[in-house]
């Protein structure tokens, strides 16, 4: 730390990041990305983009904005998109947050970061035992509120009707449903967005759009909110989407059956991985995100990811007590999981349960 650094921040403890290593020794399976590259179209969009990156990016994100408004049916002033979903959820907490904001205490451990870099007063919710969020304890408590949903690390699905009772009880506050994994088997809150005005819904090309890299999301709400969010970005970043991410998202969103059947892959995968982990003697709850969230019963967590990393698989650890048992593990290819699979064999197998 430097002498200069702010007394706004001397505390300040960062996100941290899952392990991205550069060498291609690994099978990662610990940060969530898509195993699949993004399309050879909007790959190729990118590059022509690239020709013209003299001249700055659109700041309205036009193209972009007018085709997901047509995917989601919604107004293109109900849409602004960001460098990645974080940059949005950022700009929730800047814009809308004074009072105390709620979340699980389980849960993307980014929201605790944003809380506090923005010097908002936060309380975290314990999940129910077996991790899923008791939604009585969000009605009608009159604080903002961040939701992932589903959940993460957990993978657990909210449905649409319990959140609308969470968005319908707090009136006079906005509550952001963080949709990064929804494309996975759930159910989406944006057709809600039109019956309440304090509801925001982010979504991510990161994981199911494969463009972890290209950093690009964005969220849905009322024209109000996202009035209200874009006075944020023209404050902070008017050009915060770079012109080659903003051709390849173009390409993306015109693939959207690309991007489906990428989905549909994934969570094939994901429940074969599960019928596997069950067979070696792991318990996990009911992901319906592109991850599974498992505890075996004889080999503690750490040793797991010590183990998998030993043998060239990453997979994400949290060492916080509440779930220090379990390893986060991204869905990859059919083949990587088979890996893992016969890894798994090889280091769980043996021990009794
Ligand atoms: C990955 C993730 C995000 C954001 O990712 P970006 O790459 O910034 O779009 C947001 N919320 C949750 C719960 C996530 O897991």
Not at 44 to 70: H, M, Q, W
């Amino acid at each position: 730390m430097s002498k200069f650094l702010s007394k706004r921040h001397q505390d300040l403890a960062p996100y941290t990041p899952g392990e991205q290593p550069r060498d291609g020794k690994y099978i990662k399976l610990n940060t969530n990305e898509s195993p699949f590259p993004p399309s050879g179209k909007s790959v190729e969009y990118a590059a022509n983009a690239a020709k013209k990156l003299n001249l700055y990016s659109d700041p309205e994100c036009t193209p972009l904005v007018e085709r997901l408004a047509g995917l989601y049916n919604v107004e293109k002033d109900e849409i602004l998109f960001t460098n990645g979903s974080d940059e949005i959820l950022n700009f929730a907490f800047i814009a809308f947050c004074d009072d105390t904001v709620v979340f699980p205490n389980i849960t993307y451990g980014f929201y605790k970061v944003f809380a506090e870099i923005n010097n908002v007063p936060y309380e975290e919710i314990p999940l129910k035992e077996d991790f899923s969020i008791d939604v009585n304890d969000y009605i009608g408590i009159n604080k903002n509120i961040f939701i992932a949903n589903p959940n993460a690390p957990t993978g657990l699905l909210l449905s649409v009707s319990d959140a609308e009772k969470i968005v319908r009880s707090n009136p006079g506050n906005v509550v952001v449903i963080d949709e990064a994994y929804i494309d996975f088997g759930g159910e989406s809150c944006v057709g809600l967005i039109h019956k309440y005005d304090n509801l925001l819904v982010t979504q991510t090309f990161s994981k199911s759009r494969s463009a972890a890299g290209a950093r690009l999301g964005f969220g849905i709400g009322q024209r109000e909110l996202i009035a209200d969010l874009n006075a944020v970005k023209y404050s902070v970043n008017p050009y915060n989407i770079n012109s080659m991410t903003m051709a390849l998202g173009v390409g993306i969103l015109e693939d959207e059956e690309y991007t489906r059947s990428n989905c549909r892959a994934v969570e094939e995968t994901r429940e074969y991985t599960k019928a596997e982990l069950a067979r070696l003697g792991f318990e996990f709850t009911d992901s319906k995100a592109n991850f599974v969230f498992a505890k075996h019963r004889a080999v503690g967590g750490e040793e797991l990811y010590l183990r998998l990393k030993e043998n060239g698989i990453l997979v994400r650890h949290f060492s916080v007590p509440e779930i220090e048992d379990y390893n986060r593990i991204t869905i990859g290819t059919k083949e990587e999981m088979q890996r893992l699979v016969s890894t798994l064999e090889k280091i769980a197998g043996g021990k009794k349960i």
